[in-house]
């Protein structure tokens, strides 16, 4: 007892010192909340047509975001989510205002590029998720409306492409989460409902591809589950249960990385945990317990960025939200840097919600419950 004790104290001191940071030249890209405080979080991100997008999060003060977090109505707290364009001369332009002229689009929650488009998904409290497109980064038209007939699926959490379909994890907190798929992004068919079998599962947050089979993460009280599929049609539970810690309670983000699935959690009460693996079915445990603080509650994002594994963390300090993001990186996925502690100098800039890669410099978005957020860019160090 007394060991394991001895290690938890000395965990933050022996990770700090695993290897060096990489990052330098690091600056801040855009005006905090593209000049607006409600745009609280940099909430999406995708590189498309040789720009860089950004879709936010618009929500007005505290109790905005309390409403926002427990998925309530938001209706009169919210200008509608935007998205920004930032491209190769350095230079931002809104290319999308006020949630699409739906103002209960609140937030652009995912961005992906499928094809020749580039696709978003919304939450909208009140009336349903939405699905967006767009053919040239300008003109955009929301192709599904009103939670694909379900109203109860207030968020779309997970965006991704498998087997030639486009496909969307929903939030639904009640009824349970659900998939749904499209060949042409015009027409939907639900091919997941009830969480997968399980209404507990709220959300299907991630979606990836990994060995054929397309993976799925949950968001589940009783702890995380993991599903996966070969045809895209019939998902079957991997894990349930949080794998080995019932106190994850979210899969939040999967990546594959040199050659193995990488899965990041969310555990308030302990600190998120990093799990990969070499074939879908055996988990490795390689970052524990918020790694270097209990207070690290989400591995929220991840991206490789010159052959290396970068990783963005929710640092979570009641009274709300008042910690500074943490960002880290590896080499191998077991060995980390800590790129940098305190939110590269920021208070309240609590996430590191996006990560994407852009002109050869690693792009971070930030979330923030009182701040407009805030885009940074950084290079590798030379």
Known sequence: MGKRILAYLLAPFLAAAAEPATLSGVRQL???????????????????????YVGTLNIKGMLGMLRFATGATARFLTGGGEVWRYDTE?????????????????????????????????????????????RDGERWEAVSRRGFGQPGNTSGRGLGWFKGMIYVGTENRKTGAEIWRSADGLQWERVVNRGGGDPRNVWFSDLFEFQGRLYAGTLNMRGMQLFASRD?????????????????????????FQDRLYVGTMDYSRGFDLYRTADGVHFERVLENGHTSRYNAYLWQMEEYHGRLYAGIYDYRVPLPRGRFQLYSSADGKNWAIETADGFGNLWHYGARTLAVFQDRLIIGTASARYGCKVFAAELAR
Not at 109 to 129: I, P
Not at 233 to 256: C, H, M, Q, Y
């Open 232 to 256: 895209g049609s019939r998902f079957e539970p991997v894990f349930k249960g949080g794998l080995d810690k019932a106190t994850n309670v979210g899969a939040l983000k999967l990546l594959v």
């Open 30 to 52: 855009n005006q905090d909340g593209f000049g607006t405080e409600d745009n609280k979080y940099a909430l999406s991100m995708e590189v498309y047509r040789g720009a860089l």
């Open 90 to 134: 350095g230079r931002w332009s809104r290319v999308v205002a006020a949630g699409l002229e739906n103002r209960h689009n609140l937030g652009v929650r995912k961005l992906k590029v499928v094809g020749d488009c580039l696709y978003g998904v919304t939450a909208n409290h009140d009336q349903g998720m939405e699905v967006w497109r767009t």
